[in-house]
């Protein structure tokens, strides 16, 4: 053995010898096909800086001219005989190379079958540093040389000046050479039912129907051809077209009406973005158009319009049909398992490769690396599952404008109507009647009914008692305004952006100050109150959708998030972790059911470390569990995070409206019913210019409660054609076009 080794030795030397010069071609081709290939997938185990396995190196000329246990491993020359070419065809009885790997792609075989029948050109005299081994076998380079992969190339056309045969020809003519090169023959040319029949199945998913058979039939045994474009088109124009691949699309985004796990909610909607595929695909919607609008459809700033609709929009839907787990217990675990998978289906669909593998290490094989797959991830996890509105409706945006003219129009006859009766409200509250005197608990007809009931003394001391409290509210206020929040949100100082994003088809897409109002959509009221600075969904109608989203923010165990809010008809508002869309035990929502301004409070120690946002809703907007509810309604005036322990500062009740910091007391009745005069019209004044505080509004709802300013078209007749145009005017609204 040792002496057929010498001998074997001594011959490959003496081949080496023997063999001419490398030619600067030559040894191009090496340090362009053979050195990549031998860093990238050979040096981690036959290189001086790593590992000599089987004592072999393949990181120099001299290194391989040594050969192996084995002996020889490349003989210049004669790559049949050559133990390398052997190894890496996997033809050799015990070497497989590269160990552990895929087999390299033929045509890199190929590459270094030239390389070695060639002569082998090499100019590596030296093996490289660790270093410079570090160099070229680290990722970016790995990379840089997988990304010269054909199929990482750009598309380019192919010209062939040489033939003037159709495409469709060559293409036959290819096929053919290479059956004759496999002995094989291709089949003979269908009759003219089985070809329609599979024309059929193939474009529209169903058989033919024995009229168009009989049609067909007749049409291919005059002209073939002919037959068969007039029938690929009549399929093309079919509506079973967009739905048969459609299906087929699908498929490939897993399409799916439900989340799946306990419950398994339906997504809202979803079926419009099946809807959408079909009518792309029967409109012949260029591929990149409906690329791009699968990506980032809600961003085109030249949208696809139809009817109406922002068919653009739509294609962002795939996005949502992943699963969700029921209440998991884990929620971060849950928001990458759902992103990944995302990701996984966008890079199949769209890329035709797997993505997610670079998950956890740098892709085994193609140029894709952990950081690609977490640049993805970034963008993916940023954005939250939501319902959108994909309704392109001018008119709506019009009866909108109207309506805001029209509120502020009523606003301007109130205030008259308003101005006039603050003339007889001294009057009035002397002959209130007594259930309305009982029915309100608020403070300032309290003071007038404890007032009304007791002697000149008493008020006296009432006044004096009742503007203590008020003076302990405006120091309340202060000293709050010191010891700051964790963070916080208010409507009476804050703009609606950084902390909320905001989606509405109304007028509740941004702050408002304090004293806006609803018009009832029936009856003869033309308002129900006057709002406190806020944002609110139903300004211009309770069909209106609403959506606030908050940025996110870290829940840390200690501390209380507080939403002073008001709501109706089952409109919600959730504390959501990590994007999580569903209800749960520990996943905390708020039915609003109350038109008045409360705090709520959510407990963060569950989620300590978690990542968080707020989400406030119309009922149909819920992203999951939602209902087709026509009405709903929210108003948000403030958000605080608090520590345990601590509440937020209440706002100011009436009494900062009705009692000024004033030490004189009133006399006598006449004399408060004057106080509460001076303070309407004081309250009034600033409603009509827009600088309301909460208080002096609270204060005018108190009256519009006891029924001492009008607030009906029987009592300010002028105002009634408006209320009736707005009532008309909503009736007209075209309903939102919810998607996911």
């Known amino acids: 053995m040792i002496r057929h080794l010498f001998i074997t030795t001594l011959l490959s030397l003496a081949t080496f010898a023997t063999l001419p010069a490398a030619t600067p071609e030559a040894l191009e081709f090496f340090e362009n096909r053979i050195r990549p290939v031998l860093a990238q997938d050979c040096y981690e185990c036959h290189a001086t800086a790593t590992k000599k396995k089987g004592g072999l190196l393949l990181d120099s000329r001299p290194g391989w001219q040594a050969g192996g246990d084995s002996g020889p491993a490349i003989m ?163 509506p079973g077209f967009g739905e048969t691949w459609a299906r087929h699309w699908m498929d490939w985004v897993r399409y799916a009406e439900t989340h799946g796990s306990e419950g398994d909610p339906a997504i809202p909607h979803a079926w419009r973005y099946r809807d959408y595929l079909i009518r792309a695909l029967n409109a012949d919607i260029p591929y990149p158009q409906l690329l791009q609008e699968h990506l980032a459809g809600d961003l085109l700033t030249q949208p696809r319009l139809r009817k109406g609709i922002n068919e653009s929009a739509l294609g962002t839907a795939h996005y949502r049909m992943v699963l969700h787990g ?137 006044w004096n008692q009742l503007q203590q409290q008020a003076q302990q509210q405006r120091d309340a206020q202060k000293a709050a305004a010191k010891n700051a929040p964790f963070w916080s949100w208010d409507a009476r100082t804050d703009l609606l952006q950084p902390f909320w994003h905001a989606s509405a088809t109304g007028s509740g897409g941004h702050v408002t100050p304090a004293g806006a109002f609803h018009v009832p959509e029936s009856g ?71 038109s008045n301004p409360q705090w709520i409070e959510w407990d963060l120690d569950y989620f300590d470390g978690d990542t968080a946002h707020l989400e406030i809703t119309t009922e149909a907007d819920q992203p999951v569990e939602t209902a087709n509810a026509p009405r709903s309604w929210f108003s948000v005036a403030a958000v605080q995070c608090l520590p345990e322990g601590q509440r937020p500062t209440e706002p100011l009740t009436t009494l900062a409206a ?24 004081s309250a009034l004044q600033a409603w009509r210019s827009g600088q309301a505080t909460d208080a002096q509004i609270t204060f005018l709802n108190t009256l519009l409660t006891a029924g001492l300013l009008p607030t009906t078209t029987s009592e300010i007749p002028e105002a009634a054609p408006l209320l009736q145009r707005y009532q008309r005017l909503v009736e007209t609204l075209p309903p939102p076009v919810r998607a996911p």
């Not at 211009?540 to 940025?551: A, F, P």
């Not at 840390?556 to 809010?565: A, D, L, N, Q, S």
């Open 76 to 238: 210049p020359g004669d790559p049949d005989s050559s133990l390398l070419i052997q190894s890496i065809r996997h033809t050799h009885g015990e070497l497989a190379m590269p160990k552990n790997g895929a087999p390299l792609d033929p045509s890199v075989v190929q590459d270094f079958v030239r390389w070695v029948r060639d002569g082998a050109a090499d100019p590596r005299d030296h093996p490289p540093s660790a270093a410079e081994v570090e160099a070229d076998t680290a990722w970016p380079a790995i990379r840089d040389r997988r990304a010269q992969w054909w199929a990482f190339q750009p598309l380019r056309k192919e010209t062939d000046s040489q033939s003037v045969l159709p495409l469709s020809d060559r293409i036959d003519a290819e096929i053919d050479r290479a059956l004759n090169a496999a002995g094989l023959q291709s089949n003979k040319a269908a009759d003219a039912a089985t070809l329609q029949r599979r024309l059929n199945l193939l474009l529209t998913g169903l058989p033919p129907s024995s009229e168009d058979a009989l049609a067909f039939e007749k049409a291919y045994a005059d002209h073939p051809a002919h037959a068969i474009s007039m029938e690929v088109d009549r399929l093309l124009a079919d």
């Open 326 to 462: 029921f209440t998991p217990t884990d929620p971060l675990d849950e928001l990458t398992t759902f992103t990944d998978n995302q990701i996984d289906v966008v890079s199949k669909a769209f890329l035709g490769v797997t993505v997610s593998c670079a998950r956890c290490h740098n892709h085994k094989f193609d140029p894709i690396s952990q950081e690609d797959f977490y640049a993805l991830y970034g963008i993916f996890a940023s954005c939250k599952p939501a319902l959108i509105d994909v309704s392109d409706a001018p008119q709506r945006a019009t009866i909108q404008t109207e309506l805001t003219k029209l509120r502020q129009r009523i606003a301007d006859q109130l205030a008259t109507a308003w101005e006039t009766a603050l003339q007889q409200l001294p009057a009035r509250l002397q002959t209130l009647p007594p259930d309305k005197k009982t029915a309100s608990a608020d403070t300032a007809l309290a003071l007038w009914n404890s007032a009304s009931a007791n002697s000149a003394a008493d008020l006296s001391q009432l």
């Open 524 to 594: 003869d009221h033309l308002l129900d109150s006057l709002l406190p600075a806020g944002i609110h969904s139903h300004l211009g109608s309770e069909t209106d959708r609403g959506v606030l989203i908050s940025h996110r923010f870290p829940a840390e165990k200690g501390h209380r998030v507080w939403i002073r809010i008001a709501g109706g008809e089952k409109a919600r508002a959730r504390f959501v972790i990590q994007n999580y869309p569903r209800r749960g035990t520990v996943y905390p929502k708020t039915d609003l059911t109350n």
């Open 658 to 681: 009705l009692l000024p910091p004033d030490p004189a007391s009133p006399q006598n009745l006449t004399d408060l019913a004057g106080r509460y005069q001076i303070a309407a019209r």
